[in-house]
């Protein structure tokens, strides 16, 4: 069974670089770029009017945003190593500002990725030797765990929503899943053998997506660290893969332009779109409105495009 879904509107020039992530909350999406800014935008309005830009937010651009799933806290990393925490005023202002910046004596690559728990209170970040660090931001960022890997270069990083386990995917294929509450590594799983630029754990925490490099999308079981498919269909490295609030679908996103959809439960891809033939560098889901659910696109040709799907409310 195939989806359709419709482009709804399109950000043009949203950012004067690359748009290199996207971070959602239930009414705003948040962007961030080679430039120096971060951008803040009304997925509320129809229109999603501009509500805010974070100047000089990183001086060198940023390369990674999260939002905490309570939506109240969002984190970021520069180009330059610098890590800095925003919390949002209340609605209807939902004004964002820094309240904490990790130092750390962070260097460029010292922080790569990141993931934030569902209340914001614990940050998880991958680094270029392959060690992934855990902040506890209410403790004004003291560092309280870091878990070593096989020293290749931490490119993606995940966090389930139960706050049980850390993902996170390298430069040379490897995937590590680690136990929070031991603050061990749970599996190394299979390798995909190329480097995987996005992990993500499904809203159950029952599955963990994997891909990159590789152009296949694996799909493994947390709880037994095996593999259970692999998605195919990308011809290009794949950046960024985001589930859907249910589970039942995967977005992901692909150095070609394209974005797919796809059925978890049929393996399945059941929509692909391409607004562009530049790489698309991060894809996120938006929180459903009435039936409907909607996905958002960013990448190289530094617009944000937005899509709903063609049945529901």
């Known amino acids: 069974m195939s989806k359709q879904y419709l482009t709804t509107h399109t950000i043009d020039d949203a950012h004067i670089t690359d748009i290199f992530s996207l971070a959602v909350t239930p009414s705003q999406i948040l962007s961030a770029s080679g430039a120096s800014s971060l951008k803040v935008h009304s997925t509320a309005d129809p229109a999603i009017p501009l509500t805010q830009t974070l100047s000089s937010a990183h001086k060198l ?13 969002a984190a970021s990393v520069g180009f330059g190593g610098e ?25 460029a690559g010292e922080v790569w990725a990141l993931a934030l728990s569902e209340d914001g209170q614990f940050l998880a970040g991958t680094t270029y030797d392959g060690r992934i660090n855990v902040w506890d931001v209410a403790a004004g960022g003291k560092k309280i765990r870091e878990y070593e890997t096989k020293g290749s270069f931490g490119m993606s990083i995940d966090m389930s929503r139960d706050g049980r386990f850390t993902a996170s995917g390298h430069e040379n294929g490897g995937v590590y899943v680690f136990n929070n509450d031991t603050g061990r590594m749970l599996y190394s799983l299979p390798s995909l053998m190329k480097p995987v630029r996005t992990v993500a754990f499904s809203p159950a925490g029952t599955r963990l997506a994997a891909a990159g490099d590789s152009r296949v999308i694996a799909l493994y079981d947390v709880q037994h660290g095996e593999q259970v498919a692999n998605l195919t269909g990308h011809s290009a490295w794949i ?46 889901w938006l929180p459903k409105t009435g039936k409907s659910e909607g996905f958002a696109t960013a990448g190289s040709n530094k617009s944000i495009s937005f899509y709903r799907e063609a049945t529901g409310g």
Request: negative net charge.
């Open 83 to 107: 890590v800095k925490i925003w919390a949002v005023s209340p609605a209807p202002e939902s004004q964002w500002s820094e309240v904490l910046s990790l130092q750390d004596s962070n260097k």
């Open 61 to 73: 651009g940023c390369h990674h945003i999260v939002t905490s799933r309570n939506s109240r806290y």
């Open 239 to 284: 950046n960024s893969v985001d589930w859907s609030d249910t589970g039942e679908y995967l977005l992901s996103g692909s150095f070609d332009g394209k974005a797919k959809v796809w059925s978890i439960d049929q393996r399945t891809c059941v929509a692909t779109h391409s607004e562009t033939d530049k790489a698309l560098w991060s894809v996120k």
